[in-house]
């Protein structure tokens, strides 16, 4: 197989399993219900998580046989090797999963993802007590506007979105069982908003410029480079396609304190979950947001544990904030190269090889763009 073979085999292969089930704990509504309820009324809250994991095995001989096959396929060594160790990863956490305990996990989300650094820890409990003067970018106040938009409202003004820029191959869909209010998972070219929720207005504008103003028009650009694997997330790509995301709420003037409270959140989140169980989490930033928030926020850092009162967990949402903060670089100081990144799924750590291969014609500049008319956004939120 040639290099675009191979991509598109990898492509198809990772839009055949539904691996969020295998870290989102089954009725995580519930949990989220009531660790929120303690956090109002007080008391204490133990539990366990359960997954649907029955096809995890199956997973893993899928990319060991892709995996094999790779080694003798026409394509860059460069591309090659990077892609291996890709799927070394998808191997090495599906083994985790089924056979490791919560400490290997833990361990496996530590050296992959990362924690952050203290300097971002710092400015998110800067950011939560009040001083927003710390980043480079405006924040608007948070808008005190009822909430009644409903999930299916929002899961409609979602696929007109993805109409409106012609993906007649991605759908959105109301899924019950989510801890995210919502997500993308792009090999499946899927939209999901968490069913039963409620939004504000400002609040579903947000998530049409982030889901697909951010997400979806990233990965669909990323599909139309000359160079295949431009559409694969290869390395650490958590903290770029979050920030890009969150970019676009700057953008739009939707990033809100309410919103930039829960990016910083996250971050302290993150630091304390390798200190604390989920109570714990949920108790170390309730003062800081709504309870509803506050259960999401810790429940989404203890995801793929069984144990939540364990330490340690899924490690990604410090990612939004310091990803934010270097998009916001780039705009500032290299708006082309911010605009390449849009149309690639590689992380911020790549872009002189993103340049290099622009100058060679392999990666050109993204044809679909985040506009405020295409994504549906209401006129009373966006400017």
């Not at 096959?69 to 990863?89: C, T």
């Not at 405006?138 to 506007?145: I, L, Q």
């Not at 869909?173 to 919502?182: G, L, Q, S, T």
Request: net charge negative; with cysteine.
């Amino acid at each position: 197989m040639n290099s675009e073979e191979t991509a598109a085999a990898y492509r198809e292969l990772s839009s055949k399993y539904h691996t969020d089930a295998w870290t989102e704990p089954i009725g995580v509504t519930d949990h989220l219900e009531a660790l929120s309820q303690v956090l109002e009324s007080g008391g204490d809250y133990s539990t366990t998580f359960e997954y649907d994991r029955s096809a995890v095995a199956a997973y893993a001989d899928d990319w060991s046989a892709f995996r094999d096959d790779l080694r003798d396929a026409d394509m860059s060594e460069l591309i090659r090797d990077r892609v291996i160790e890709e799927i070394q990863e998808k191997l090495e956490c599906s083994t985790l999963l089924t056979q490791g305990g919560d400490e290997a996990y833990t361990e496996f989300q530590r050296q992959r993802i990362g924690l952050p650094e203290p300097e971002l820890v710092a400015m998110a409990q800067t950011i939560l007590d009040g001083d927003l003067s710390v980043l480079p970018f405006h924040v608007c106040a948070s808008e005190d506007g009822e909430e009644s938009i409903t999930s299916a409202h929002v899961q409609s003004l979602m696929s007109q979105a993805l109409g409106a820029y012609g993906l007649e191959e991605w759908y959105a869909v109301e899924e019950p069982n989510m801890a995210a209010r919502a997500s993308v998972n792009g090999s499946l070219h899927r939209v999901r908003v968490r069913q039963g929720t409620l939004f504000t207005q400002c609040a579903a504008d947000r998530l049409l410029a982030h889901e697909i103003g951010g997400h979806v028009l990233r990965w669909a650009n990323s599909q139309n480079q000359p160079e295949a694997w431009a559409s694969i997330a290869l390395g650490r790509t958590v903290a770029t396609e979050e920030g890009m995301a969150a970019w676009r709420e700057v953008q739009f003037n939707l990033l809100t304190e309410e919103q930039i409270r829960v990016y910083a959140a996250r971050v302290i989140a993150v630091d304390t979950a390798q200190k604390e169980g989920l109570l714990g989490v949920a108790r170390r930033i309730a003062d800081f947001v709504d309870p509803q928030q506050a259960a999401e926020i810790a429940v989404r850092t203890k995801r793929g544990l069984k144990n939540p009162d364990n330490l340690g967990g899924m490690t990604k949402d410090w990612g939004y904030l310091a990803g934010l903060l270097a998009m916001a670089d780039l705009a500032q100081n290299a708006p082309d190269n911010l605009r390449l990144l849009a149309g690639v799924k590689w992380p911020v750590d790549d872009l002189p090889l993103i340049c290099q291969l622009h100058k060679q014609g392999a990666i050109v500049e993204p044809e679909l763009v985040p506009d405020r008319v295409r994504l549906g956004l209401s006129s009373s939120t966006s400017q």
